[in-house]
């Protein structure tokens, strides 16, 4: 705000008295001039900030989008060139298993499953998955293993990390190879164990030796009873006379 300052010309923030100029300092409007600015300074300086930030951003998602682009290429040949015929060589093997595959933006999975029953040894689940990591920089392979009861000690996972541009069918294939069969290694340590075997053991009784039923060389019905037999051989010595075994320790 200006004054008027008598016997003296204004202009501005001047006062001119011919042999004297004063100088009138700023008012409050210009100190509210000067916060303004700064306040604008402040805040262009944030917008300029978040703008860089949402650049960046734009550009980090554009690269993400194309390493998953090449991630999904690598998971739908690896699944069913790789994966699915070697899932479906194991299930000849075991002709109870139940297969269960998913599918979603982040991986692909199947779990296998063996229910105990009477004549199952435990309850296993098998649980095998494609992924990727966090950046989607590598290629993630997991194997879980899960049996119970426990009786025997075994791997419960495994996990290899390929980077994508590292990523070929020899590598994925020589780690689900030795995964799957150390699993089946692990399944048929399951028929020599003892605590496993301990519902299912029968005695031959030609050889009056005890042994898990899944081992036996055939059986006999007699007289409403079902006979196991560890050998071809006591098999046909029973067939031979079966009155001279009966009531021995045959298992119905």
């Known amino acids: 705000m200006l004054y008027t300052i008598p016997g003296g010309r204004q202009d501005g923030r001047r006062v001119d008295f011919g042999d004297a100029v004063l100088e009138i300092e700023s008012g409050p409007m210009s ?3 000067d916060f303004s600015a700064k306040l604008k300074t402040a805040f262009d300086s944030a917008q300029e900030r978040i703008h860089e930030i949402q650049e960046e951003a734009g550009r980090e998602y554009e690269e993400l989008q194309k390493r998953y682009e090449t991630y999904d290429r690598i998971v739908k040949h690896l699944g069913p060139a790789i994966a699915r015929p070697r899932l479906e060589k194991l299930a000849e093997y075991f002709p109870g298993l139940d297969g269960t595959p998913s599918i ?28 990727h990591d966090a950046e989607i920089r590598n290629l993630v392979l997991e194997y879980d293993l899960e049996i119970l ?3 025997i000690d075994y791997e419960r996972s495994s996990k290899l990390e390929i980077p994508l541009h590292e990523v070929t069918d020899q590598k994925v294939i020589a780690w689900l190879d ?14 020599f164990s003892d605590q496993y075997q301990r519902q299912n ?10 042994f898990p039923k899944t081992f036996a060389a055939g059986n006999v019905e007699y007289h409403g009873n079902t006979y196991y037999f560890l050998s071809a051989e006591t098999m046909q010595a029973f067939q031979h006379q079966p009155e001279l075994y009966t009531g021995s320790k045959g298992h119905k």
Do not use: W
Request: aromatic share 8%; proline share 5%.
């Open 31 to 33: 100190d509210l001039d």
């Open 201 to 210: 053991l029968v005695v031959d009784p030609v050889a009056e030796s005890q």
């Open 104 to 131: 979603s933006r982040h991986g692909r999975e199947v779990l296998l499953s063996f229910f105990k029953t009477p004549t199952a040894l435990a309850t296993i689940k098998l649980r095998l998955r494609m992924t």
């Open 178 to 191: 030795e995964r799957l069969l150390a699993f089946v290694k692990t399944y048929l340590s399951m028929e």
């Open 149 to 151: 009861p426990v009786y």
